[in-house]
């Protein structure tokens, strides 16, 4: 797996405009060069107020991402001197989960953030929390009743889709490739999440008359990342272009290619890690480009967690509260602007 020792944490009110907002992160281990904005003048929502207990729930850090979130969070709410952060063991599936979260809600928190296991399965926890008087923030893995959260904040799905087919699509038509042969390596295909980048992708491909030649799904790991790509290089004696949703799996991928030696495509990856930018930086693999799914969400959730427990809106809007909903873009990350996304990879 790809090296995680190295946390960054950037505060600010640029990015949602809701006060010290980290814009950046993480690792499995405490940060040793952790950068955070104290200018309490510049941004009024940062400054000290009403004490805010947040209550926490993420699943276990099998993957570089998840264990990204659970550190953005953590490190984020230590960036508040009125914020007490409670953390609550998810266990290893959705039944431990809601377990924990019941013990959670008795202790009566004033907020609670929530990384679900599964947003349909976790939904009527959501639901009993908002009912005892908690807000609910529900992050990324979405609850389908929208009385079961007070906030709502994710990553882009299709929109990563729609990044990465976009990218391929104008990188083919710069080549002058009429008609190519591109290949899909999804992650767990059962998710709604999968789904969704596909359907993105599908889409932005078709702008352009082309569509996907060969997809093989894998699960998120490096393990099944190399086992599908293999199957897919053996599959098509010849590739234009390659989308991998995820760069965990990519690690994977990587791997099959080079044991394959099959350098004549472009491959795109997904969600933003340290590795994956470091990598289209150095512009020695075919890894020309990844799309953003960026776990500083995790930070804005605690931040906005607070101003909820606060009372408090978000100091860049009129409006007096937090909103519902707030969906972050996909970027595209490129040799061109690696350097810019560098402190964003996790």
Known sequence: MRDL??????????????????????????????????????????????????????????????????????????????????????GTDAAAQRAALSTLISQKPNVIVLLPHDGKELNA???????????????????????AYRLQIKGDNFGMGLAAGTYI?????????????????????????????????????????????????AEFTADTGQRAATELLQALPKVDALWNHDDDQGIGVLAAINQANRKEFLLVGGAGSKAAIEAIAADNTPLKATVTYSPSMASSAISLARLIGQNKGMSDLVELQVPKEITLASETITKANAAQYAKLGF
């Not at 993957?63 to 659970?70: K, M, P």
């Open 125 to 147: 926890v959501g639901l009993e929390a908002m009912r005892a008087g908690i807000p609910v923030v529900n992050l990324d893995r979405a609850f389908p009743d929208r009385g």
């Open 5 to 90: 020792s190295r946390r960054r944490i950037l505060t600010g009110g640029a990015a949602l405009g809701a006060g010290a907002l980290l814009a950046a992160c993480t690792s499995n281990t405490p940060a040793e060069n952790t950068q955070i904005n104290t200018n309490k003048d510049s941004v009024p929502n940062a400054a000290p107020g009403q004490k805010v207990v947040i209550g926490f729930s993420a699943p276990g850090a099998d993957h570089g991402w998840v264990a990204a979130i659970t550190n953005n969070a953590k490190a984020q709410a230590e960036a508040y001197e009125d914020v007490e952060f409670r953390s609550v063991a998810a």
């Open 169 to 217: 699509g104008e990188q083919m038509k710069a080549k002058g490739i009429a008609n190519p042969i591109i290949g899909e390596i999804p992650g767990i295909d059962s998710l709604e999440l999968t789904q969704e980048r596909t359907a993105g992708f599908n889409e932005a491909l078709a702008v352009y008359g082309f569509k996907v030649a060969n997809r093989r799904p």
